[in-house]
């Protein structure tokens, strides 16, 4: 996961603006991960969980048993590292309520 922060950290700096990263970037599904229900997941958990520091920041510091752990539901997915968690809104960002 920290290696896949590092490059897309480079690819954000190459083909970024004054704005910052191209949304296209973020919204990337890099991983897919399955149980009963596929997930994919987009690079800007990825970069999350390294910029707030919730993982160990070298690879040296990483042992090898070191766990992700990943949680969907219809609304929410939530990524649980060591030192923390992130959560990412599922599905259409604008919700109409009549």
């Known amino acids: 996961m920290l290696d896949l922060a590092h490059r897309g ?9 004054s704005a910052g990263p191209p949304v296209s970037l973020l919204d990337q599904e890099v991983i897919q991960v399955s149980s009963a229900d596929v997930v994919g997941l987009p690079m800007r958990c990825v ?15 990483i042992s ?5 752990r990943v949680r969907i539901s219809p ?3 939530r990524l649980d ?10 599905g259409h960002a604008a919700l109409v309520l009549r």
């Open 64 to 68: 090898a048993d070191e766990l992700i």
């Open 9 to 17: 950290a480079r690819l954000a700096k190459e083909h970024g603006s």
């Open 81 to 90: 590292a060591r030192f923390g968690s992130v959560y990412r809104h599922r």
């Open 47 to 61: 970069f999350a969980l390294t910029a707030m520091g919730f993982l160990p920041q070298s690879a040296e510091t």
């Open 75 to 77: 609304a929410w997915l």
